[in-house]
């Protein structure tokens, strides 16, 4: 008899918001609770098990929600897919592969390990806190920062504690040179990523000029969404068995 032949390891997919699960439902036949508690998504990518985890917006949640996913499933790998703003004027949609992630509140800096064969460029900039200054976006582009998040160094820190090894594929879904989001479109959202419907409706009362402008937005998330499950789908779907 031949040596027995075992899985592959099981790749971890972390998003913040239930917007970002939705384009990897289907290519990885994702099946799970409605609420997407970490651990409870499972599927399959060719031989290979996956699991996905929705964690919450900000450092706290998305600490918690991998520390959960990673004390219920033996993972091999852990990818950060979702949205990402850009400090420049880039295309709404292009793929950010960061090689350096920056941890805004310390600036203890984690590298990702590869995914696939496209090189790792910039910075990205993870911090609980929207950064609209001027003043505040040069010095990041003057640090070499080309897109900011909420989560990805949170996430590069639990899996540096428990010795997992971790990448990320996000997409732009803004500029901070558009001028659109600020605190109070940021408290659109609630923390676990879902509308908040109070208040979307106290701001189209407030701000019906910015409704065109708040579409656009909306629909550059979905496009960036789209993207990063895109490429992170292709590149774990282009690992050999053995790796993770």
């Given at each position: 008899m031949g040596p027995e032949r075992t899985e592959p390891p099981v790749v971890a997919f972390v998003v913040a918001m239930p917007m970002e699960l939705t384009p990897l439902v289907r290519p990885l036949t994702l099946q799970g609770p409605p609420d997407g508690a970490a651990g409870g998504w499972v599927g399959r990518l060719g031989s290979r098990r996956v699991v996905a985890a929705v964690t919450g917006m900000g450092t706290a949640l998305a600490t918690a929600g991998v520390d959960r996913l990673l004390d219920t499933t033996e993972v091999g790998r852990v990818v950060v897919v979702g949205i990402t703003g850009a400090v420049d004027e880039v295309p709404i949609g292009t793929v950010v592969r960061p090689a350096v992630v920056v941890d805004g509140a310390t600036g203890e800096e984690h590298r990702p390990e590869p995914l696939g064969p496209e090189a790792l460029q910039g910075k990205m900039w993870t911090s609980d806190t929207l950064v609209t200054a001027p003043?505040?976006?040069e010095q990041l582009r003057r640090d070499g920062v080309v897109a900011m998040d909420m989560e990805t160094a949170a996430v590069a820190a639990v899996c540096r504690r428990r010795g997992v090894p971790w990448s990320v594929i996000r997409a732009v879904s803004d500029r901070?040179?558009?001028?659109i989001l600020d605190d109070e479109v940021f408290g659109l959202s609630n923390q676990d990523g879902t509308p908040n419907g109070r208040a979307i409706a106290a701001f189209v009362l407030r701000h019906p000029g910015r409704l065109p402008a708040m579409a656009r937005m909306a629909n550059g998330s979905r496009l960036a969404a789209?993207?990063?499950?895109?490429?992170?789908?292709?590149a774990v779907d282009g690992l050999d068995d053995a790796s993770a």
């Open positions: 003043d505040a976006l901070a040179t558009d001028g789209r993207r990063a499950a895109e490429e992170a789908v292709s």
